[in-house]
């Protein structure tokens, strides 16, 4: 045995990473001092308004904007003219690929009014109430066509099609007509039809899903200002500032340095925010009228105009012996994509059987265009959907085999070394660590009462990593600030500040996060695909390290010592010379005063694509009550385990976890768009769309299953996405138990419940 | 357009001035006339409940009340909730039990709760859920804001106690 093979791999003891402390941006934000997307006013300050199309499905013949413009205290309209008629391009800005050109006429249609909300102009002017008036005197002539928002209408061989260039790809042959389908998607694996042919037993099912949207609480907001010398500024509520740089400058045709962008807070975006739909509007407004210009979204434009997610069909098919081993799974999914391609069934195939360790399966994806807003990501993009179809054809099986739900997820279960359906090979994964968890957690063999049913159901999310800024600064007082490129959705300044924290060897309370503008730190993408306390959170941590690392020497330099002779040790250099025994450690304090002598302020920067993001997995249990004589079905209890890695600030952890059930107890029970027969939305607001409030829910319990990511300096893996994708199932699941039948269409609300109740 | 009206008014103790046209909100005039921004705009149809506020001791969405409403009357925001620089219990109880996320119903919900229990200190879970029933937070999935509000419940009972 040599030396080197005693040296333990235990990392010392954490003193603040695994801690709660009160969030750096608490106070500001229990205070109403936080400033959001609309909270900012700037001097001699415009209003922007949106003239937005009343029909699902037009041509747009001609837009007057005579009238509108003879108003007094109209000062500039812009309509798709003003902008720079994009080619078909993808790019890699937001959370996947956008083709600018598309993203372009999202913003500001060109030719044709694709769904009820289309922006076709916009208006700035003094007041709200003059620009408003402006936009109703706007007139527009429309060739009103005929709509497709049902997925698989739309599919259909006569649907009217949205766009004449769109030709399917993924099939073997290119057809020889445009259609709504803008491509299909393939993983495959083994031998279907032998998988089947060895089966004792099989299931199938089709589910369907409404589109639903991530319901922030903060509608859309921006204040951008453009100068005589066309340098641009905005402030605005997004889940990334160099986002909307690049979608601006793009779009605008500007150059990426003449745009800067400062973050507001962000009241809540669930991958909605993502992308833009105001910005670039407000600036070329700001362009044309020499003044900023606020624009803020109304909750009807946010449904009707933003990103929901799409609705959905799912067939499922499964086979599996009688002991409970499948051998073969098909799935197929019908994603809408809204407006234009680009709906989340790609990440829902690559994610529909990612739990399961397969010889033989294929899953089919369709992108469909429709008359419905184009989706925007939503938690977990596609994840839910196509696991609420398998997940409830798992629980079928699992009655069919006479099987307990968690031992036939357990015995088909992946586990490291498994080569994932989607790909790449598994490894430190927690998997079946969270189904043991679930197993013996107190919730799954507590009784149930008469009526109620319990329902299990499993989830999976890749997790992301990609590219990130950090900057570390000691302060003369040896206090630090944090900066990082990432608006803080919900909580990351304090996973920041606390990882910082940990390798300074200072209290949590010594280091400040700030969010920096995109002139004041370098390129990170937007936070989103749970990557920020991953992936920012490494930046962060290398640039602590490296600050450490600097310490040594300055220390060296102070007790002329050579660096390897000082340990950094709870904040502090201490001598490792036992000749110099006697010299006291010297605390980052004393350092940074004396920075002056040591070669100046001390700091540190770190840009990273960081890889290595660990995927994570969810198993929740859910017990429902069905008020028999509504229909109505409440959640009475609630158990979500999740593999978490290392949980850097558990609270909030913990706040994901339960924020990703409600909202998918939401998408199970009640929420959903609901269109009339002319393509319009019939319940753009909070009343009618009813998301979940404080007396629907019971507590939500959760478990943290710590399986460590090694790529991470401290373990963390992603944890704000997997809570979302098991609920559907789950909630559905549970329903089956009480009562008796499989519902299969999403929502399972009261009518659709006590239909079914009546048909027993 | 209709001419402007002068309200005078009482805002978290102080005397304010604003001039309002007849359309405009309660909400709108709050934000806009008297910069006080803690109360927000999630839907502006009173089904949300981010602008709570207040109105002569009644909890009221102020997206719901027209600002020349407000003439003679004493309206509470959220930026008077905090006291001689000392945070209230229930602001304290967010903090300390991450019961926000990203914020933006977090002014609208302390206002609500505090109308709770200055209403009633010892509610139960329930009466806790039904009372904030109209205050949508998206972020928490609601639990651990009833754990916080039932917890500063739980300790200003204890500090009336102490001062009896």
Redesign the interface.
């Known amino acids: 045995m040599t030396d080197v093979m005693e040296k333990p791999a235990v990392k010392p003891e954490l003193k603040v990473v695994g801690t709660?402390p009160?969030?750096p941006?608490?106070?500001?934000?229990?205070?109403?001092?936080?400033?959001?997307g609309?909270?900012l006013?700037l001097p001699g300050m415009l209003i922007g308004k949106i003239k937005r199309s009343p029909h699902a499905h037009a041509r747009i013949v001609s837009i007057d904007v005579r009238k509108a413009r003879a108003l007094p205290g109209v000062k500039a309209i812009v309509t798709a003219d003003d902008f720079p008629d994009l080619a078909s391009q993808e790019y890699e800005a937001g959370e996947s690929a956008s083709n600018l050109r598309d993203l372009s006429q999202n913003v500001m249609a060109r030719s044709k009014a694709l769904y009820k909300g289309h922006a076709l102009a916009a208006v700035a002017a003094t007041s709200a109430?003059i620009a408003q008036e402006a936009v109703d005197l706007i007139e527009v002539t429309y060739e009103v066509m005929p709509h497709v928002i049902d997925v698989e209408a739309a599919m259909a061989p006569h649907a009217p099609v949205l766009h004449d260039h769109l030709y399917t790809e993924g099939l073997d042959e290119r057809p020889k007509l445009p259609s709504n389908i803008a491509k299909r998607n393939r993983l495959e694996r083994g031998d279907l039809d032998e998988g089947f042919a060895k089966a004792e037993v099989i299931v199938e099912g089709r589910y369907t899903t409404q589109a639903v949207h991530?319901?922030?609480?903060?509608?859309h907001a921006c204040v951008c200002s453009m100068s005589e010398d066309g340098q641009g500024q905005v402030w605005a509520s997004s889940q990334g500032q160099f986002m909307i740089r690049t979608y601006c400058a793009k779009i605008l045709g500007l150059e990426i340095a003449d745009i800067r962008v400062t973050p507001a807070?962000?009241?809540?975006?669930?991958g909605g925010k993502t992308t833009v739909y105001l910005e670039p509007v407000a600036l070329a407004l700001s362009r044309q009228s020499g003044a900023p210009v606020k624009m803020?979204m109304?909750?009807e434009d946010v449904f009707e105009a933003t990103g929901p997610t799409s609705g959905a069909v799912i067939q499922v098919k499964l086979g599996a012996t009688r002991d409970g081993r499948i051998t073969a799974a098909e799935v197929e999914l019908k994603y809408q994509a809204g407006a234009f391609p680009g709906s989340p069934v790609g990440a829902g195939s690559m994610t529909a059987l990612a739990c399961y360790d397969l010889e033989n399966f294929r899953i089919t994806g369709w992108d469909v265009v429709t008359n419905s807003p184009k989706v925007a990501a939503y938690r977990a993009p596609g994840a839910p959907i196509s696991a609420f179809g398998v997940e409830s054809a798992m629980d079928d099986l699992a009655r069919k085999l006479s099987m307990d739900p968690i031992a036939l997820r357990e015995l088909n279960g992946v586990r490291d070394g498994v080569k994932a359906a989607y790909g790449p090979t598994f490894h430190n994964i927690g998997y079946l660590e969270s189904l043991k968890a679930a197993k013996e957690h107190p919730h799954y063999s507590a009784p149930l009462a008469p009526g109620q049913g319990r329902g299990v159901a499993v989830g999976f999310w890749f997790n992301v990593g990609g590219e990130s800024t950090a900057t570390v600064h000691v302060n003369e007082d040896g206090g630090a600030v944090v900066a990082t490129g990432n608006p803080d959705?919900?909580?990351s300044r304090a996973s920041m500040a606390m990882m910082a924290a940990e390798v300074l060897g200072l209290p949590m309370e010594k280091v400040r996060p700030i969010v920096a503008d995109t002139a004041s730190i370098g390129f990170s993408m937007l936070t989103g695909g749970s990557r920020t306390t991953f992936a920012t959170g490494m930046a962060v941590t290398q640039a602590a390290e490296k600050i450490v690392v600097d310490l040594k020497r300055r220390a060296g330099l102070l007790w002329d010592l050579p660096a390897d002779q000082i340990e950094w040790r709870d904040g502090a250099a201490v001598c490792l010379d036992p000749s110099k025994e006697g010299l006291r450690p010297m605390p980052l304090a004393a350092i940074a005063a004396q920075s002056a002598k040591t070669g100046g302020p001390i700091g540190a920067e770190v840009s990273l694509n960081a890889q290595g993001a660990g995927p994570g997995f969810g198993v929740h249990i859910c017990d429902v009550e069905i008020d028999r004589e509504t229909g109505n079905v409440s959640v009475v209890r609630y158990t979500a385990v999740q593999d978490v890695g290392k949980a850097i600030?558990p609270?909030?952890v913990?706040?994901?976890i339960?924020?990703?059930?409600?909202?998918g107890v939401g998408w199970a029970l009640n929420e959903e768009y609901v269109f009339d027969g002319d393509g319009q939305m019939e319940n753009p607001?909070?009343?009618d769309y009813r998301?979940?409030?404080?007396?629907?829910?019971p507590?939500?319990d959760t478990v943290m299953v710590e399986v460590p990511n090694p790529r991470h300096p401290f373990g963390a893996k992603g944890v704000g996405e997997v809570p979302i994708v098991p609920p559907l199932a789950a909630v559905a699941n549970a329903v089956r138990g009480a009562l008796g039948v499989r519902m299969h269409d999403l929502p399972l609300s009261p009518p659709k419940v006590r239909a079914v109740i009546d048909a027993l | 357009m209709s001419k402007r009206t002068h309200i005078s008014a009482t805002v978290n103790g102080d005397p304010v001035e604003f001039l309002t046209a007849p359309s405009t909100t309660l909400l709108d005039a709050l934000r806009d006339e008297l910069q006080l921004t803690g109360a927000k705009e999630g839907c502006g149809s009173g089904d949300c409940g981010a602008c709570s506020v207040m109105l002569d001791g009644r909890l009221v969405c102020s997206c719901l009340v027209l600002a020349v409403e407000a003439e003679g009357r004493r309206v509470e925001t959220i930026e008077g909730m905090a006291e001689g620089g000392q945070l209230h219990p229930l602001q304290q109880k967010f903090l300390e039990h991450a019961a926000l996320q990203c914020g933006f119903c977090t002014p609208g919900l302390l206002v609500a709760a505090k109308a709770l229990l200055d209403a009633n200190p010892d509610p139960t879970e329930t009466e806790a859920r039904y009372w904030l029933a109209g205050n949508l937070c998206r972020c928490t999935g609601y639990d651990k804001i009833i754990r916080a509000v039932m917890d500063a419940a739980a300790d200003l009972r204890q500090a009336q106690r102490v001062i009896a």
């Open positions: 709660r009160v969030r941006d608490g106070v500001d934000k229990v205070t109403g001092r936080a400033a959001y609309a909270d006013a109430a991530q319901g922030y609480i903060e509608p807070e962000i009241g809540g975006g669930f803020v109304s909750r959705i919900g909580g600030h609270a909030y913990e706040g994901q339960q924020g990703g059930v409600a909202q607001g909070f009343l998301v979940p409030v404080a007396s629907d829910l507590m939500i």
